[in-house]
């Protein structure tokens, strides 16, 4: 048992001290919404135009032409929703040593006040990253942004709002198809949802898969024979795994029948209620092309020292708040992201087990 009491007169020495971050994983915003747009304006609007797969009309003897409709354009209006972590430092935290810093210390306070910053700068930086991580998941798996915002610190009251693109291409597994089941049909669900992403107009990538999906998917004895049979022809399945700047990324192989790459995203976060929880749900499959959309961020308005309103557009806006009688000074990063995909049917999503119907 260590020995808590402190010998002046025995020398002693400061070990380094063991500081860890957690890693900040961003493969599916970096993967599917690569691009950055920042706007002067809190609201975006959009105007979105699809072109469709008309055939030209045959034309009788001594007609000109025929009228071919023109398609229009919708207008869209998104407002990023707002995030603001912060976190305070008085003088009372400046007073104990930080982390590594020996009992007998030239560390004045100053210091402490800036490496406290840095650090808190840095950490409140990846939580919007991972913010960002999950508005993507929500996309990607449901096409809703759900946007709860927090009225106090306790989190009791807050104001639920959902940003909805509308999307549809989504094969829900039920009864004797879910694919914990003998009759499921697994490689037939993976065409159909690669056909809806074809039917838009796009070639399906990438499959990324939550852990019961692979691991239901990996021991289907129809997928085996495919890959007995046609071997290479069919696929190379070979995991390993990677991890890059933090992702973690499990890369299982390329099916060249379905001409997908496939994934297992290995990377979690805490929700609102602290439940450590996987950006891709474990009944979740999402097959999309690369980059289908961008990440937006709207302008950030606040007072600034001069006691005037001051604008900014950017993808991160700090801000220090300083309150002179109490002696406490406050660090705030916000955001205004927003993913936009470009086309809400240039992805799919398989739901393995989406229960039993009722009757």
Known sequence: MADNKVNLYEPRSMAGAYERSMPVTTFLRDR?????????????????????????????????????ERTGYATHTYTPPRTA??????????????PGET????????????????????????????????????????????????????????VDENIDFSFSNKITCVDDDRWSQSTSKKLEDLEAACEMVQQAGYNPQHAILGK??????????????????????????APQLNMTNGNGVKYIGYVSELGLFFWQYIAWYLNDSGVLTPYI?????????????????????????????????GTRVPKIIADYKNDVMTYRLTSRPLPKPNDVDSWAVIDIDGGTTSG
């Open 103 to 158: 009992i007998h210390t030239t560390m004045s306070p100053e210091e402490r006040q800036d490496y406290y910053l840095q650090q808190d700068a840095q950490e409140l930086d990846d939580m919007i990253s991972r913010r960002e991580e999950v508005m993507v998941s929500q996309v990607l798996t449901t096409g809703v942004i759900n946007v709860r915002g927090y009225l106090d610190e306790s989190k009791s009251q807050y």
């Open 32 to 68: 599917f919404f690569p691009t950055v747009r920042t706007f002067p304006t809190e609201h975006i609007d959009v105007d979105f135009r699809k072109g469709s797969q008309a055939v030209a009309p045959f034309v009788a003897k001594n007609v000109g032409g025929i009228n071919r």
């Open 85 to 98: 972590p912060e976190r305070p430092i008085s003088k009372d935290v400046l007073q104990p040593r930080v």
């Open 212 to 237: 019961t999906a692979w691991n239901l998917l990996k021991v289907d004895s129809t997928f085996q024979k495919l890959l007995d049979v046609r071997k290479f022809d069919f696929g190379n399945i």
């Open 281 to 313: 749900p474990d009944d979740y499959i999402v097959i999309a092309p690369e980059a289908i959309g961008e990440m937006c961020y709207g302008a950030v308005t606040q007072l600034e020292k001069d006691d005037r309103y001051h604008t900014y557009e």
